[in-house]
């Protein structure tokens, strides 16, 4: 059996209020709070550079009825 404490799920982009997807084929996804655009999801960007989750997610409100 594994003794390793459970690691929290990383944020998912499509779940935040930044992410947006671009009119860019060559770079189709994109974060507004961190300004850029890339060809994987931004949450990957972010780990392979700085070794953290994501400091800007910010969760989606739900859709009013």
């Known amino acids: 059996m594994d ?3 459970a690691r ?3 944020p998912l982009c499509t779940r935040c209020a930044h992410y947006y ?3 860019d084929v060559s770079f189709p996804y994109g974060c ?3 300004d850029f ?3 994987r999801p931004p949450i990957l960007e972010v ?3 700085s070794g953290l989750e ?4 910010l969760a ?3 859709p009013r009825a």
Do not use: V
Request: charged share 25%; with cysteine; proline share 8%.
């Open 21 to 23: 997807i671009t009119h």
């Open 47 to 49: 780990q392979d550079a």
């Open 3 to 5: 003794s390793r404490p």
């Open 37 to 39: 655009k890339s060809r």
């Open 8 to 10: 929290p799920q990383a």
């Open 60 to 62: 989606k409100s739900a």
């Open 54 to 57: 994501c400091q800007y997610f």
């Open 32 to 34: 507004r709070a961190l």
